[in-house]
C-alpha cells in the first residue's frame, strides 16, 4: 500500500465530492459510489467526506484505457 506523506508546510489539496464530480465529468453521487466501493480514496473528517488531489490523480491514471485498445464497428 502507498503512504501519503504530507509535509505539514504545505496546503492539503482535499477537494470535496462535489468538486471531485465536476473534474470526472459525473455525478456527485457517483463520487459517492466509488468512494463506498473503495474504488477512490478518501478521507473523512467527522462527518465530511474528501478525497487527496493525490489520489484523484492515480485514481485518473488507473483508469486510462490507451485508444488503441478500443474496437470501433461501423
Known amino acids: 500500500m502507498n503512504e501519503l506523506v504530507i509535509n505539514p508546510q504545505e ?13 470526472l465529468n459525473i455525478s456527485r453521487s457517483l463520487v459517492y459510489q466509488l468512494i463506498h466501493t473503495g474504488e477512490i480514496p478518501h478521507i473523512r473528517i467527522n462527518q465530511a467526506v474528501r478525497v487527496h ?3 484523484l490523480n492515480r485514481y485518473i491514471e488507473s483508469n486510462r484505457i490507451e485508444s488503441d485498445t478500443y474496437l470501433i464497428h461501423s
Open 53 to 55: 488531489q493525490d489520489d
Open 11 to 23: 496546503k492539503v489539496p482535499l477537494l470535496k465530492a462535489n468538486e471531485v464530480a465536476e473534474i
